[in-house]
């Protein structure tokens, strides 16, 4: 579970873009970020934790604000949110951003878990019929033991959103540094667990 501006909140849309990923102050970017194409950022960056560790971070919800480079992710919207432990599950997160009118709450539904190896969630809001609607963007990390520590890739892709709402919400919404930002806030708060 990242600066730039979020897309401004629409009544009714579904989906914004969630930005839970990691949380701390912006650090230059290093070579590793991998230039943007025309659908995905993608940042590596290798921390001393194992993977267990950082699978234990990611998949749970109430660290989610540790991981964000901004004080846009809150806090779960669950007091005690359950860890992710399986594709479809969803989970809350409260969020604030001036562009979304302030307070506005994301729900993620799990679209890739791995344990240690991948947790991946796609962003959306709940509509009226009770459906949870979704943009088109995703979050995933991808994990990999190197040496004592784990290779965390992190990828937001937003290739499947169709182009009117990719304009319509200005996407990508952060430069490709974003990422960066988040995995040094990923491995700071990997640093305080330890």
């Not at 230039?35 to 950082?54: C, F, I, K, L």
């Not at 088109?136 to 290739?159: F, H, K, N, Q």
Request: charge should be negative.
């Amino acid at each position: 579970m990242n600066t730039g501006t979020e897309p401004e909140a629409r009544p009714g849309a579904t989906g914004e873009p969630d930005l839970a990923g990691p949380g701390g102050g912006p650090e230059p970017a290093s070579p590793e970020a991998a230039a943007p194409d025309e659908g995905s950022h993608v940042a590596s960056r290798t921390v001393a934790a194992s993977p267990s560790a950082v699978f234990a971070l990611l998949t749970d919800p109430a660290r989610h604000p540790e991981t964000e480079p901004t004080d846009w992710v809150r806090a779960s919207l669950e007091a005690n949110p359950a860890p992710l432990t399986e594709v479809g599950q969803v989970f809350g997160i409260e969020m604030f951003h001036a562009n979304a009118g302030g307070h506005c709450e994301m729900h993620n539904r799990v679209i890739a878990l791995e344990p240690e190896l991948t947790v991946a969630w796609e962003p959306g809001q709940y509509g009226p019929d009770e459906e949870l609607g979704t943009g088109g963007w995703t979050w995933r990390y991808d994990l990999a033991r190197e040496g004592a520590g784990t290779r965390v890739t992190l990828t937001y892709d937003w290739s499947a959103v169709p182009e009117p709402l990719r304009e319509e919400f200005g996407l990508p919404p952060f430069p490709p540094s974003f990422l960066e930002e988040s995995l040094a806030a990923l491995e700071r708060a990997l640093t305080r667990m330890a």
